[in-house]
Antibody, heavy 119, light 110 residues
């Protein structure tokens, strides 16, 4: 069965960076685009970006341009999302999500990683 | 890219039908048939319920259906059940090669 297992919760100070990982299993890792979505406490879902199956192509929401980097390691079936220059507004649960492949739908989600930004 | 517009809340009694709207623009909802819907219980991971406007993945009850007219997509839940009480989000692919979510709708089953 498809599983996306994310790294554990993080606490960071303003201005720092965080790197969240998402290890995939149960499907052919190189098949599919992967997305990152975040959800601030009590708020809605916010799409952050996408990375292609090879990792050669990424596209980020304009809001995060210059601060976010998504990468993937096919040898370990892991995708990563790094967000820099953290501020308190970045406190959120970060999810990785697999794309359904051609349907541009997020069909499987990781369990979420809480990133808390606090001085 | 602005968020898609959803009503903040909707409610209905068991057995009734409700519809949640999701309004965008011709650059997202109106321009592509890549609208999907997600159900999220408090503190839980979102679950996809509808993809490509009208398609239901296996395991999703046929009480859930999707449609689209112009720049507005809709999720209809018929035969409302207590377990349907959750937050619902729409999402659309956009002309920028990005995705955008709606603000979310809280469904209350009275």
């Amino acid at each position: 069965q498809v599983q996306l297992v994310q790294s554990g919760a993080e606490v960071k100070k303003p201005g720092a960076s965080v790197k969240v990982s998402c290890k995939a299993s149960g499907f052919t890792f190189t098949c599919c685009h992967m997305h990152w979505v975040r959800q601030a406490p009590g708020q809605g879902l916010e799409w952050m970006g996408i990375i292609s199956p090879s990792g050669a192509y990424t596209n980020y929401a304009q809001k995060f341009l210059g601060r976010v980097t998504m990468t993937r390691d096919t040898s370990t079936s892991t995708v990563y999302m790094e967000l820099s220059s953290l501020r308190s507004e970045d406190t959120a649960v970060y999810y990785c999500a697999k794309d359904l492949g051609g349907s541009w739908t997020f069909d499987y989600w990781g369990q979420g990683t809480l990133v808390t930004v606090s001085s | 890219q602005s968020a898609l517009t959803q009503p903040a809340s909707v409610s209905g009694s068991p057995g009734q039908s409700i519809t949640i709207s999701c309004t965008g623009t011709s650059s997202d909802v109106g321009g592509y048939n890549y609208v999907s819907w997600y159900q999220q219980y408090p503190g839980k991971v979102p679950k996809f319920m509808i993809y490509e406007v009208t398609n239901r993945p296996s395991g999703v009850p046929d009480r859930f259906s999707g449609s689209k007219s112009g720049n507005t997509a809709s999720l209809t839940i018929s035969g409302l059940q207590a377990e349907d009480e959750a937050d619902y989000y729409c999402s659309s692919y956009t002309s920028s090669g990005t995705w955008v979510f709606g603000g979310g709708t809280k469904l209350t089953v009275l």
